[in-house]
């Protein structure tokens, strides 16, 4: 059971690819960068942009860490909710009969 937990945490950390984005989480959005050569107007327009960029990259890379993190704390609860409640689930189908028994639930 807790093997499928740290599957699903891995699946996670796959599908929102989160070691590369933390890694390159102030890297250029979309490598739209200058190499701003030529005189000073150019060299400083091109570190704007480049600075922009790199802005734009974090956030977005941010939000989708985020994303990611929420997703993991979601896999990890519920994980451990049914680690905690799979030793009771052989009494859900007596207890369930005799709740409806009495009329719970009308």
């Not at 989160?18 to 890297?27: D, G, H, N, V, Y």
């Not at 400083?44 to 990259?57: K, P, Q």
Request: proline share 5%.
């Amino acid at each position: 059971m807790q093997r499928a937990i740290v599957q699903r945490l891995q699946w996670c950390g796959e599908t929102f690819s989160m070691a590369p984005l933390l890694r390159t989480l102030f890297a250029p959005f979309k490598q739209t960068y200058n190499n701003g050569g030529g005189s000073i107007d150019v060299k400083l327009h091109a570190f704007m942009d480049n600075i922009i960029s790199r802005f734009v990259g974090f956030f977005a890379r941010s939000f989708i860490l985020f994303a990611g993190l929420v997703a993991s704390f979601f896999v990890l609860i519920t994980g451990m909710a049914f680690v905690a409640l799979w030793p009771f689930a052989p009494f859900a189908a007596p207890i369930s009969l005799v709740m409806i028994a009495l009329g719970v639930g009308r």
